[in-house]
């Protein structure tokens, strides 16, 4: 019997975050890739001193209603909206994520889906794809010239400067944002407007980085593209309950925005095929921290955060309702 604290993972994660984690407890994973179920969430929370789980994990207040030996539930991701951090801490939870690890790829995503959808390249990649592609001409695919532009960023924290970062000094870009709390310092010259409709009004392209949950649900709707201008773009890679998925596909649908860049969804794996449809859209699979160092960089800060509370040190990256 190992007197090792148990650990259940709730996903297959890179084997050198496995290794460090047997060091400290007694691991068993989880071989589905896919969100865990009700069932095996208070399963997992009955039987085991911790839980590392992940996006999509059932986590809300309905969770903690049972028998519940679990202490710690140390999340694998920087977004913990899927876990009712209130009602966990209620129950005895301490809750950890992985903030840091994801900044430099979730921007670098971000600038990728920008420079796609301003320059129709799933639309061109489809067009040599499918074999309709009838060769070069000067009016073919036409699309938005970035340089010199202004970005408008929602959510100036530590994603949201990485990209203001690099769109600044990669394409001479002007930056505008919108936060709820005052930003001195964002790396680059910045104006902080006063709400998101200002930096929508403002900006060619908008990028989004705040948190999910109830806070933010729907926090870009109709009124906010309406303030866009018609070639502007939205590039979301926060996720997707930011955006009212319905008043997105309409604003694309009618051309009062130009294009949406997202790498995320209202309701993941579901996407709209009425967005599925769209040439003026590019879609990818929730790719942002997908680079083995940068998963791997996750896990072992998901699974530090999991030893220092095991070991009675403070948690490095613990949340608060």
Not at 80 to 108: E, K, R, W
Not at 189 to 194: F, G, I, N
């Amino acid at each position: 019997m190992s007197e090792l604290p148990s650990l259940y993972v709730t996903r297959p994660l890179p084997d050198v975050v496995l290794d460090a984690a047997r060091v400290h407890f007694d691991v068993k994973v989880r071989v589905k890739t896919s969100p865990m179920s009700d069932v095996e969430t208070a399963t997992a929370l009955a039987g085991y001193d911790a839980v590392l789980p992940t996006l999509g994990d059932p986590l809300g207040a309905g969770a903690f209603g049972g028998d519940i030996r679990a202490k710690m539930l140390g999340n694998f991701g920087v977004g913990y909206n899927h876990i009712d951090v209130a009602t966990a801490q209620s129950v005895g939870l301490v809750v950890s994520n992985t903030p840091g690890a994801v900044t430099d790829a979730t921007a670098d995503i971000a600038v990728l889906l920008m420079l796609m959808t301003a320059r129709n390249a799933s639309a061109g990649e489809a067009a040599v794809r499918d074999g309709s592609w009838d060769g070069w001409h000067p009016t073919q695919f036409l699309g938005l010239h970035v340089s010199g532009k202004t970005l408008g960023v929602i959510g100036m924290g530590r994603i949201g400067k990485a990209i203001a970062k690099r769109c600044h000094n990669g394409f001479g870009m002007d930056v505008v944002f919108y936060n709820r709390s005052r930003v001195d310092d964002c790396g680059v010259p910045a104006r902080q407007l006063d709400t998101i409709v200002e930096v929508m009004a403002a900006s060619d392209v908008v990028s989004l980085s705040v948190p999910g949950g109830p806070a933010n649900q729907h926090m870009i709707g109709s009124v906010e593209f309406a303030a866009m201008q018609s070639h502007a773009i939205l590039v979301n890679t926060a996720r997707g309950d930011v955006v009212d998925e319905a008043a997105l596909i309409a604003a694309l649908e009618s051309g009062v925005i130009g294009g949406a860049g997202l790498d995320v969804y209202e309701n993941e794996p579901s996407v709209p095929s009425a967005l599925r449809k769209l040439h003026n859209v590019s879609l990818l699979p929730h790719l942002g921290t997908a680079a083995l160092e940068v998963r791997i960089g996750m896990g072992l800060m998901a699974v530090e955060n999991l030893r220092a509370f095991f070991a009675g040190e403070v948690v490095p990256n613990k949340v608060d309702a």
